[in-house]
């Protein structure tokens, strides 16, 4: 099982950047890939970014590629998601998630990493929000 804790959210100008912190426990983090997701009022969950569990593999949403960097310190069991050029559009709570059970595949990972169902685990979100 693995417990998951984001934060580093908060209120940031247009052009302005965030690092978003998501601290793990239980066995399984350091062998789960990761993803960030994020929620704005109205719609539905969109996929941001995620990592495989060495980090050796990142894939990233159209809309955050070349903006949004994903990265994990295993030795800490964390992840992060730094933000840069944070656009009105960005506004969101963000959600880390955990999918222990994914066995890395080179030709597939990055398909199922948008995937909202493939993650087991989640947390309970941080409120970024992003002013014009």
């Known amino acids: 099982q693995v417990q998951l804790v984001e934060s580093g959210g908060g209120l940031v100008q247009a052009g302005g950047s965030l690092r978003l912190s998501c601290a793990a426990s239980?066995?399984?983090?350091?062998?789960?890939?990761m993803g960030w997701f994020r929620q704005a009022p109205g719609k539905e969950r969109e996929f941001v970014a995620a990592?495989?569990?060495?980090?050796?593999?990142?894939y990233y949403a159209d809309s955050v590629k070349g903006r949004f960097t994903i990265s994990r310190d295993n030795a800490k069991n964390t992840v992060y998601l730094q933000m840069n050029s944070l656009k009105s559009e960005d506004t969101a709570v963000y959600y880390c998630?955990?999918?222990?059970?994914?066995?890395?595949?080179?030709?597939?990972?990055?398909?199922?990493?948008?995937?909202?169902?493939?993650?087991?685990?989640w947390g309970q979100g941080t409120q970024v929000t992003v002013s014009s």
């Open positions: 998630a955990a999918d222990p059970r994914r066995v890395y595949d080179p030709v597939t990972w990055a398909a199922q990493s948008p995937d909202v169902n493939s993650y087991d685990y």
């Open positions: 239980g066995r399984t983090f350091r062998s789960s890939t």
């Open positions: 990592i495989s569990w060495t980090g050796g593999s990142t």
